[in-house]
């Protein structure tokens, strides 16, 4: 079975300052890793994915991730943080070990991020 | 609106009503997804259609039922809810459903309250 962690459920950060938020994964085969943002009544919107190659992956509004496979870890980064960037931050997995991956992202339950002035 | 776009943003209904969600896709997706979301909890899936046939009916109570006329459209259907159903409901598509890779396109959302 697949699933997904994301140990905070906030993170505060000055702007400017670098921002990261984590998320550990499980699954019995290979991962394919997604991140996701939720600004307040919107739905959640797509940042990046790690599908194969590169373990640093680049995605929108200047937000990457690395996998690290023997950490199971795909945290989200953004080395200068906005005020613009306060809001929900998920974590995704699909476990392409498994027959009946195709469309169940498993989700983690989601991190806040808080950007002060 | 383009993208994906759901119809009301907010309901209110008495647990005796009849009501019905509606989620619509402007990009050429062939599948498409009711999430259901919780505060603190993580997103739960409901319901997966492909090409019009349901692929994925994830224990969800029959009080819950969707509907998928084509790949554009898909309704939720609601009648008895409970207050423990009160959430907020996305609507989501991708395409080639079979294919992992794919990123899923999300709604704004459906705020739902039970009374």
């Known amino acids: 079975a697949q699933s997904v962690a994301q140990p905070e459920d906030q993170v505060n950060v000055a702007e400017g300052n670098p921002l990261t938020v984590k998320c550990t994964y499980s699954v019995s085969g290979n991962p394919y890793l997604f991140w996701y943002v939720q600004y307040p009544n919107r739905g959640l919107q797509f940042l990046l994915k790690?599908?194969?190659?590169?373990?640093l992956v680049k995605g929108s509004y200047g937000f990457e991730a690395e996998f690290n496979k023997s950490q199971t870890s795909f945290h989200l980064k953004k080395p200068s943080a906005l005020v613009s960037d306060s809001a929900l931050y998920f974590c995704a997995v699909r476990d392409i070990g498994t027959t009946d991956s195709w469309g169940k992202l498993q989700f983690g339950a989601g991190t806040q991020v808080v950007v002060t002035p | 609106e383009t993208g994906v776009t759901q119809t009301p943003r907010h309901l209110v209904m008495g647990m005796t009503n009849k009501k019905s969600l509606k989620c619509e896709q402007h990009l050429g997706h062939n599948a498409m997804y009711w999430y259901k979301q919780s505060a603190k909890k993580p997103l739960e899936l409901m319901f997966v259609?492909?090409?019009?046939?349901?692929?994925e009916n994830n224990s969800v109570p029959s009080r819950f039922s969707p509907e998928c006329p084509n790949s554009s459209h898909l309704f939720l259907h609601l009648h008895t809810l409970q207050p423990e159903d009160s959430a907020l409901y996305l609507c989501a598509s991708s395409q080639n459903w079979a294919s992992s890779y794919n990123e899923q396109f999300f709604g704004p959302g459906t705020r739902l309250t039970v009374l």
């Open positions: 259609y492909s090409l019009e046939e349901r692929v």
């Open positions: 790690y599908i194969t190659g590169d373990n």
